[in-house]
């Protein structure tokens, strides 16, 4: 990992928001018709140059369409290339993680932006409610994805706690390289480190960040005989198990993009189970 230099004497700094994001298009019509016309945001600049010095480098468009609040979302259309292989867009996850994804204002907005999308003949991909936002996907003509997105709610001060926790956690396995193949020991050293230690007794705990998504978990272990549930005072609620730990996705209410990051807050113990309706948790020692 890079190492930092001179913070102390570092200027302070921030940012203001997202100014645009680019990516390159081999089909210019396409596209301004896909951003002007059926999603209707206007075409703000286009810069047309010859190239940009160095002899391999297309003269090129530079166009620019308003996504409100300031920022923009733009595209370099090259002139008499072709698409390489290296940057055709595929249908993997891993592909679909660099999107672009806009923000309304809360859950009509976002209905009426999938009312739009559908109205103008734009194949809807999915809506999916995550932790705390919930969008609509689809692609552009290029096949890049775009999601519309309200957030449920605003990140504390908590979240920005417990996001340090994971990432720490990660970092320090990535560094040690072997065995470093899944999230359970994120979880695990995370749960570690939250500040208190399972109840004796070779049971399996799972600590459960005290935010409305989440609170389901809460709840359904209150009501389970023989869990026990604590709060810590640090932002976190821990479940013990009896000795296991067993939970029913449908049973959380929970849709699949929460239920897969539910063990978020951390675990003391192993995963025996973990598909789409169970999730089955045993002591470390079991």
Wanted: aromatic letters at 12%; one cysteine or more.
């Amino acid at each position: 990992m890079t190492e930092a230099k001179n913070l102390g004497t570092a200027p302070s700094v921030q940012l203001h928001g997202v100014h645009h994001t680019a990516r390159p298009t081999w089909k210019l019509g396409e596209t301004v018709h896909f951003y002007r016309d059926l999603l209707g945001l206007p075409l703000v600049h286009a810069i047309s140059a010859k190239g940009w010095g160095p002899d391999n480098h297309a003269d090129f468009l530079h166009f620019f369409f308003d996504s409100g609040n300031g920022s923009t979302i733009a595209f370099f259309y090259y002139i008499g290339t072709e698409r390489p292989d290296w940057l055709t867009v595929r249908e993997h996850y891993q592909d679909r993680a660099t999107h672009t994804a806009w923000r309304v204002r809360d859950e009509t907005e976002l209905l009426q932006w999938r009312q739009r999308v559908e109205a103008v003949g734009i194949a809807l991909r999915y809506q999916i409610r995550h932790e705390v936002i919930e969008s609509i996907y689809f692609n552009d003509p290029n096949g890049y994805p775009i999601e519309i997105t309200w957030q449920v709610r605003p990140f504390s001060a908590a979240d920005a706690r417990d996001a340090q926790l994971t990432i720490d956690a990660a970092i320090e396995l990535e560094e040690e390289g072997a065995g470093f193949c899944s999230i359970e020991p994120v979880w695990q050293r995370k749960a570690a480190r939250i500040g208190a230690a399972p109840q004796p007794g070779g049971k399996a705990s799972v600590y459960v960040l005290d935010v409305p998504e989440f609170a389901a978990l809460i709840d359904v272990a209150r009501g389970t005989e023989g869990y026990a549930t604590t709060a810590l005072g640090n932002g976190y609620v821990r479940i013990d198990g009896n000795p296991r730990i067993a939970l029913r996705r449908k049973a959380l209410g929970f849709k699949p993009a929460v239920w897969y990051g539910a063990l978020t807050g951390g675990l003391a113990g192993r995963i025996e189970q973990f598909d789409m309706d169970a999730l089955l948790i045993s002591p470390e020692d079991a």
